[in-house]
């Protein structure tokens, strides 16, 4: 059986209908639209977070010779990862093995490409070609940035490396620029062959032919004029060099991370190895993914705070409708020996029910909004971010309690509020009212 | 009558001590009562009439603890309710006052048994079946156990009075307060009323206080007491 109090409180909700369903559209609505604005910053950190880790190849964790991050550039020699160095953050990582999906080595550089014609800069990434194979196909990738790694037929740099190795890939806008109109499979052998010129780590410049087997976007705009990625022998070959730049860890389950990442800083520093090692959002590596993702929970906070406003001043309008017709029954209920306290409770359920109906009815509305959305198959260019990507509005379960919890948090808050102060009026003066 | 309940039914359950009441009428002090003394045994039925402003309503008032006197003492069952709290107030009323108005202030999205019912959902000790199987027999008091899903605006204004009862005995209380409870009646419905309520004074031994202008009425009480300008005049 129903306890009376929320018998009373529904039997008031239904009393005047028309209030209570404004009331309700504007919970319902501003409920339904903040389920969807999450669900859409939600989609935009799953994507950002896909891009830096798996797409960029920083990994979860990324380990650089200390100071590298600010220094590889113009000092590389220095600032490399030799064989010592790597068997060091291997060591360090041994404990934590279980919890590592896999492991790659980068190397980055800067320098010139060249097709004969035209030659423009370009910022190389060298990557394993085995961990490439398995990013290409990582399920996060296939789920938030598909778009992102389904070019080329499917084909990777592991299956490239094994008839040609000194197969590269460019992004599409860097072909253009050096006279290439992607798709690049259509490209002649004459046509493909392109040298890549830099300064070596020794300071001398030094060159390496390549052939572009593969296309690429980096997703993200600012990159996706420079890039080229290439197996690190071919980017080890123009360096110089047999060190890299970081190696990243890809871990099984990211609930490890802050963990792992104290417990490796103190390994390196308890044995004095001159390692540096970086969460993906540590604003040293993912500074882009830090800065959109702030901005975006900017923005989601402000609208946050504006709904939870409306909502709040549609629960105080409801209330105060309510408490002035029903003035009387206050000081009836207050004669009959209720306290300010329980009367205030009350009207508190009323503003309690009214709210939990309206989050469910918000959590249903979200749910077919996105569902046609997904139906449409609408395209988004999320902030910063080469290309578009299908938009995802998926309303999240962890999301949409929390923000129950906060709208039912205001709506009590604020009947309360509004509710108590005129229970503390004299009784007398309550029973004589003659109500709206 | 034994000598502990002879006892118990000469004490007084109120005690009224030299009680000042004023009002603000715009920039008058309207004096409600001015050092007014009374006490009412246990068990007593009495009607307190006056004319229209001779503070009937404000005595009933500060018996009930709705309202505050200027100064004086309050006493009922020897508590001095002026120095109590409001949530001791709240109690008070709740376990040892019924109160009956002359508008019945039901509450209209309420049945009868709801709103019979109502007194007894704020005592936490009290079980849902303890309060139905009480709700139940006020409403048998009151002749009314047919109507308890009715809503009040279905009901006649006799009837609602009687939900009105009922509500007031549900919680056992000591003393019934009642404003004017026949005023909004007809002569032959509040001659009902009057008589239910002193079958519920004898049945239950509660002690009823009403007040009421209605002087048809006073033939039907066993203690009239006539209040003038703030004064008792018994």
Redesign the interface.
């Known amino acids: 059986m129903i306890d009376l109090s929320w018998r009373i409180a529904a039997k008031n909700i239904l009393r005047n209908k028309r209030r209570s369903l404004a009331t309700m559209i504007a919970t319902t609505v501003g409920f339904a639209g903040l389920v969807l604005l999450s669900g859409y910053i939600d989609c935009v950190d799953s994507i950002l977070k896909t891009n830096t880790i798996y797409i960029k190849q920083n990994g979860h964790l990324s380990f650089y010779k200390k100071n590298a991050v600010e220094n590889f550039f113009s000092r590389p020699a220095l600032y490399a990862l030799m064989s010592e160095d790597q068997d060091h953050v291997y060591a360090a990582l041994k404990p934590w093995k279980n919890d590592i999906e896999f492991t790659a080595s980068v190397i980055t550089g800067m320098g010139l490409i060249s097709s004969g014609e035209k030659s423009v800069p370009f910022m190389a990434t060298g990557i394993d070609p085995e961990a490439d194979h398995v990013i290409k196909k990582h399920a996060a990738v296939r789920k938030w940035t598909p778009e992102l790694a389904s070019d080329n037929g499917g084909a990777d740099f592991k299956s490239v490396v094994s008839f040609d190795p000194s197969g590269i890939s460019i992004t599409k806008s860097l072909g253009e620029m050096i006279g290439h109109v992607p798709p690049f499979n259509k490209l002649t052998d004459e046509q493909r062959s392109v040298q890549l010129a830099a300064k070596n780590f020794f300071g001398d410049l030094n060159a390496v032919n390549a052939n572009i087997r593969l296309s690429h976007t980096t997703g993200m705009a600012f990159l996706d004029n420079l890039s080229v990625q290439a197996p690190i022998s071919v980017i080890q070959d123009l360096l110089s060099t047999d060190g890299i730049t970081a190696i990243s860890v890809f871990l099984k389950d990211e609930a490890v991370l802050a963990e792992m990442l104290k417990d490796l800083k103190q390994s390196f520093k308890k044995n004095n190895w001159q390692i540096d090692v970086y969460a993906y959002n540590d604003e040293a590596v993912g500074s882009f993914y830090l800065e959109t993702m702030g901005f975006l929970f900017v923005m989601g906070g402000s609208f946050t705070l504006l709904i939870l406003g409306a909502v709040a001043l549609s629960v105080v309008n409801s209330m105060t409708m309510g408490i002035i017709e029903r003035t009387k029954e206050i000081g009836t209920l207050r004669a009959l020996g209720f306290t300010p306290r329980a009367v205030t409770g009350l009207f508190a359920k009323e503003a309690l029910l009214l709210t939990i109906v309206s989050t469910a009815a918000g959590a249903a509305l979200s749910l077919v909004v996105a569902a046609f959305v997904d139906h449409l198959d609408l395209r988004v260019f999320p902030p910063g971010t080469a290309g578009s990507v299908k938009l995802w509005l998926r309303p999240n379960v962890e999301i949409c309690g929390y923000l129950t919890l906060l709208f039912l948090a205001i709506s009590y808050g604020t009947s309360f509020l509004t509710v108590y102060r005129k229970t503390k009026i004299k009784i007398i003066d309550l029973l004589i009212d003659a109500g709206a | 009558m034994n000598e502990a309940s002879k006892r118990s039914a000469d004490k007084s359950i109120v005690k009224l001590e030299n009680v000042h009441k004023s009002y603000m009428l715009g920039e008058t002090t309207v004096n409600a009562l001015s050092g007014l003394s009374f006490s009412l045994k246990r068990g007593e039925f009495i009607a307190l009439i006056g004319a229209s402003g001779a503070g009937k309503s404000t005595l009933l008032?500060l018996v009930?603890c709705?309202?505050q006197p200027d100064s004086g003492k309050i006493l009922i069952d020897d508590v001095d309710v002026t120095q109590l709290s409001?949530?001791e107030k709240?109690?008070?009323?709740?376990?040892k006052i019924g109160?009956i108005?002359q508008s019945f202030?039901l509450?209209?999205?309420?049945n009868v048994f709801?709103n019979v019912?109502?007194?007894l959902?704020?005592r936490k000790e009290m079980s849902?079946a303890e309060r139905s199987e009480k709700v139940r027999k006020a409403l048998k008091d009151v002749g009314l156990e047919s109507f308890h899903k009715s809503l009040p605006d279905k009901l006649s204004g006799g009837q609602r009075q009687r939900v009105a009862i009922a509500?007031a005995i549900v919680?056992d209380p000591q003393l019934i307060l009642a404003d004017e409870p026949t005023a909004n009646l007809d002569s032959k419905t509040a001659h009902m009323i009057i008589d239910l309520l002193h079958e519920l004074n004898l049945k239950h031994s509660v002690t009823c206080l009403f007040c009421s202008h209605d002087e048809k009425l006073m033939g039907r009480v066993e203690r009239t007491v006539r209040i003038k300008d703030g004064i008792i005049e018994e």
């Open positions: 008032n009930g709705l309202d409001d949530d709240s109690d008070l009323r709740n376990h109160f108005f202030n509450i209209p999205v309420l709801e019912e109502l007194p959902m704020i849902v509500r919680t």
